[in-house]
């Protein structure tokens, strides 16, 4: 009789486990990491709009014997200061931005079977913050209204022609196109409505909720965790 071996038998493919718990947690922490430059940010609003007091204030003082020349002086509180409101107002509500556009990626990963890397995350989130960036800096030369709109457009610009690639859809980036526009809109009412800021934030955050249970209802986690697909 011919000794003959075993057939090997492949090793077994290792499988991806906890990824969902995995990228929440990485989600997560990239939030926390990016109040590093919102901080940075905020530092920045508050340099210039004490340079723009302490020059304003230098100026009236000069001209303390002629009070017609000075009552003409534009004054940088309103001229700026409602800006750089604005923006300390916005950056108090970058958690809830920052959360919910990550959130809308994760569940395009999840729902779709699509993959995204750290790097895709992050340069996101980098976009995000220079909406704020943008704002700062448009508040200086437009009114709020204006300087908040194009922030607006330009950031979202960069991260919709961005998801074109890496959700590789134009209808998911439309869909990202539509979330970034009702979370902008959104967050500009709270900013205008003082009175009702947490009435209108609040029921913002319940219909996000809502919509988050109504698409994830059908989805097996415990699946996800083990790397499985699971068909429709």
């Known amino acids: 009789m011919e000794n003959t071996l075993p057939p090997l038998i492949p090793p077994p493919t290792p499988r991806r486990r906890h990824t969902v718990t995995l990228k929440l947690l990485f989600i997560a ?27 304003h204030t230098r100026q009236r003082a000069e001209l303390a ?37 990550f959130a809308a990626f994760f569940l395009f990963e999840t729902l779709a079977g699509l993959r995204l890397h750290a790097v895709h995350y992050g340069l996101v989130g980098g976009a995000l913050c220079l909406f704020y960036l943008a704002l700062l800096a448009l508040g200086e030369v437009l009114t709020p209204g204006l300087a908040y709109i194009g922030a607006a457009v330009a950031s979202s610009l960069l991260i919709v022609g961005y998801s074109v690639s890496i959700l590789h859809s134009y209808a998911r980036a439309g869909s990202i196109a539509a979330l970034l526009a009702a979370e902008h809109g959104v967050l500009y009412v709270v900013l205008r409505m003082e009175d009702y800021a947490l009435l209108a934030g609040t029921a913002a955050l319940f219909v996000v909720m809502a919509a988050v249970m109504f698409f994830t209802r059908h989805v097996d986690w415990f699946a996800q965790e083990a790397g499985v697909k699971t068909g429709p």
Do not use: F
Not at 29 to 55: D, F, K, M
Not at 75 to 91: I, K, Q, W
């Open 29 to 55: 922490v990239l939030v926390l990491v990016l109040h590093v430059p919102l901080a940075l940010i905020n530092g920045l609003r508050q340099e210039r709009s004490g340079n723009r007091e302490a020059a």
């Open 65 to 101: 014997d002629a009070p017609a020349e000075a009552a003409r002086i534009p004054t940088p509180a309103v001229a700026a200061a409602e800006g750089y409101r604005m923006v300390e107002r916005s950056l108090k509500h970058s958690v809830l931005v920052l959360t919910l556009v």
